[in-house]
């Protein structure tokens, strides 16, 4: 029998578009090409301008974490406090990059399935001096959404001093976002909400983010300082380090089926998706791992029903079997549960081909469901919309 590649439901990748495929498979040609030289210039712009961003965005080739680690060093000089929240894996890690970064560090905890709150960030920042704050807007370990647009209003009226950097790697071109919020760091890479293989991080730094920046003393790392990178993205024929050519055209290519889309209506399809592929997964008897009000728009985590005796790792590889790739849980809800990403370039009929994969591995995995309560319920969200 035929069978094509899983679709790629996992929290990145995600499913890359046949248009950002065909840009990625063009000829290489050298990074002085005009015609690169241009389209690079262009993409510059457009995401500065799109986040709506008063400084510049940063196109970098690398992963998230490389992305996380250029965001935080060039905010945060060793004199500096940083107050890093986590409430999952991934908030875990900014605090592992900080304190390897050697900063004064101090960092607020929630439990996994929760979030830290705009008022307990609040009460921290009155208590004690701090320079930078850090936090997740999607830990992706959990699928909570933290409460910018609240934290940025609170951060406004009462902590205007404090830079604020915000992973936003599960969340950045799929959930409601503006630097103009008053965020001075925001960052993602390429294989998350703009759909494309891995291999670019992207980061916008805010007028503020820059200045500060540029009153750092000489920085000990090169190739993720912004006093190196400002030139190329201002002047994108200048050479720091060679970009990724074929990524960038891909990039482009997303940038240009965003804009098509139009940033509103994405990040509107993002939260339609989201509360259909979490009603499906309740329809099927997967609990949600956070409460409603917190549940990201990019990614699900379902728990297997108490007593329901499916075995993880064979339920995942049915799911694989029948279709679709979703991941694992880890931390806390190790082996509890499994997550669904649904972010990026993805349409309904993906979302019912991975809903009716996980539906019939349930089955086949023993779970006590009718053929079609997920699909049902999937359907009547996606009928709403
Ligand atoms: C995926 C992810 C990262 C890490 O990105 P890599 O490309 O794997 O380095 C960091 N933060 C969040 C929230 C993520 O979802």
């Keep these: 029998m035929y069978k094509r590649n899983p679709y790629v439901m996992v929290p990145g990748p995600t499913p890359v578009a046949r248009s950002i495929q065909d840009a990625?498979?063009?000829?290489?040609?050298?990074?002085?090409?005009?015609?690169?030289?241009?389209?690079?210039?262009?993409?510059?712009?457009?995401?500065?301008?799109?986040?709506?961003?008063?400084?510049?965005?940063?196109?970098?080739?690398?992963?998230g974490t490389m992305a996380m680690e250029m965001g935080i060093v060039?905010?945060?000089?060793?004199?500096?406090?940083?107050?890093?929240?986590?409430?999952?894996?991934?908030?875990?890690?900014?605090?592992?990059?900080?304190?390897?970064?050697?900063?004064?560090?101090?960092?607020?905890?929630?439990?996994?399935?929760?979030t830290v709150t705009a008022d307990e960030i609040d009460r921290r920042l009155s208590e004690d001096r701090f320079d930078v704050l850090v936090l997740t807007h999607v830990e992706?370990?959990?699928?909570?959404?933290?409460?910018?647009?609240?934290?940025?209003?609170?951060?406004?009226?009462?902590?205007?001093?404090?830079?604020?950097?915000?992973?936003?790697?599960?969340?950045?071109?799929?959930?409601?976002?503006?630097?103009?919020?008053?965020?001075?760091?925001?960052?993602?890479?390429?294989?998350?909400?703009?759909?494309?293989?891995?291999g670019l991080g992207i980061l916008w730094a805010g007028r503020r983010a820059i200045e500060k920046r540029r009153g750092m003393p000489p920085l000990n790392a090169s190739y993720v300082d912004f006093e190196k990178w400002i030139p190329v993205m201002k002047d994108t024929v200048k050479y720091w380090g060679t970009p990724a050519v074929n990524l960038i055209w891909a990039l482009s290519e997303?940038?240009?089926?965003?804009?098509?889309?139009?940033?509103?209506?994405?990040?509107?399809?993002?939260?339609?998706?989201?509360?259909?592929?979490?009603?499906?997964?309740?329809?099927?008897?997967?609990?949600?791992?956070?409460?409603?009000?917190?549940?990201?728009?990019?990614?699900?985590?379902g728990l297997y029903p108490d007593g329901s005796g499916i075995d993880d790792a064979?339920?995942?590889?049915?799911?694989?079997?029948?279709?679709a790739h979703i991941a694992g849980c880890f931390g806390d809800f190790a082996g509890k549960?499994?997550?669904?990403?649904?972010?990026?370039?993805?349409?309904?009929?993906?979302?019912?081909?991975?809903?009716?994969?996980?539906e019939r591995a349930a089955i086949r995995c023993g779970h006590k469901i009718e053929p079609g309560v997920g699909l049902a319920a999937l359907q009547r969200t996606l009928l709403e919309g």
């Design 254 to 301: 997303s940038v240009r089926i965003i804009k098509e889309e139009g940033l509103e209506n994405r990040f509107k399809r993002h939260r339609h998706y989201a509360k259909a592929i979490r009603g499906s997964l309740s329809a099927m008897g997967f609990a949600p791992c956070c409460a409603s009000e917190l549940a990201s728009p990019t990614v699900t985590v």
């Design 24 to 63: 990625m498979g063009r000829e290489t040609v050298s990074f002085h090409d005009p015609r690169l030289v241009a389209e690079f210039k262009a993409l510059i712009d457009d995401l500065t301008t799109l986040w709506r961003c008063d400084g510049i965005a940063f196109v970098v080739a690398g992963s």
């Design 337 to 358: 549960g499994f997550r669904v990403g649904h972010m990026g370039n993805i349409e309904p009929n993906i979302l019912v081909s991975a809903v009716a994969a996980i």
């Design 314 to 323: 064979a339920f995942r590889g049915a799911v694989y079997d029948e279709g």
């Design 140 to 198: 992706t370990s959990t699928g909570v959404e933290f409460p910018l647009r609240d934290l940025t209003r609170m951060m406004r009226d009462k902590h205007p001093e404090v830079l604020i950097a915000v992973d936003g790697v599960a969340s950045m071109g799929g959930v409601e976002f503006y630097m103009d919020w008053g965020v001075d760091v925001m960052l993602t890479c390429s294989q998350k909400c703009f759909g494309i293989s891995p």
């Design 74 to 114: 060039n905010i945060a000089s060793d004199e500096d406090r940083v107050l890093v929240c986590s409430n999952g894996y991934f908030g875990d890690r900014y605090i592992d990059i900080c304190s390897r970064r050697g900063f004064k560090m101090d960092t607020i905890r929630a439990k996994w399935g929760e």
